[in-house]
């Protein structure tokens, strides 16, 4: 079975792009796209439907390359949006206000709604940082690496973190054997 992601994921990219890019900027995306990929992504997307990861990792790819100019992280900021979405709606109940670790203890269940396969688990490392690992995942991405930060951070400012730091500093799409994010945070 091929991995897939959540409609949530790739509505969230879109309403990003039309956001922060303009009203055309998503029809100039789809421009250069597959005529399969133009298909799908120019079709309905259900926020709670499951969907190949490829379709998603070839979205990323064109967003890296017509709209960020080649630098992928604009996908902190696509992340961050998804959180701001997604935590305000949909899945508010995984909000811990002013518990930044109890939020982080429910990482491999909110993994699970994101994705179908691999998992992602939290250790805390002290009161105010800890460490999230996801491994077996079938499939990875640089920008799906960026996307997890900024979603990371704004979920944290959302549960009452400041000065939030993410470092992901072993990473599957750079050859890790899973990928590891490095967190802290102040209250």
């Known amino acids: 079975m091929s991995m897939k992601i ?45 969907y190949p990861f490829e379709y998603g990792e070839r979205l990323d790819k064109a967003i890296v390359e017509v709209l960020g100019k080649g630098n992928p992280s604009v996908f902190e900021a696509i992340g961050a949006q998804s959180a701001k979405e997604n ?5 508010h109940n995984f909000l811990a206000p002013g518990d930044p670790q109890a939020f982080l203890s429910k990482t491999s269940v909110i993994y699970s709604f994101y994705y179908n396969s691999g998992r992602r688990e939290y250790q805390p490392t002290g009161p105010c940082s800890g460490v999230i690992t996801t491994y077996e995942a079938d499939t ?17 400012s959302m549960c009452g973190a400041h000065d939030v730091s993410i470092r992901h500093d072993v990473c599957r799409a750079k050859a890790g054997p899973y990928c590891r994010y490095l967190l802290s945070w102040k209250i």
Do not use: Q
């Open 140 to 156: 990875f991405s640089e920008a799906d690496c960026y996307t997890i930060i900024g979603w990371h951070k704004e979920a944290l």
């Open 87 to 91: 935590l305000t709606k949909l899945h």
């Open 6 to 50: 959540k409609g949530a994921v790739l509505t969230a990219r879109r309403a990003f792009v039309e956001k922060h890019f303009g009203p055309d900027a998503w029809s100039t995306l789809l421009s250069s796209l597959s005529p399969e990929d133009k298909r799908f992504h120019g079709g309905l997307l259900l926020a709670a439907g499951w």
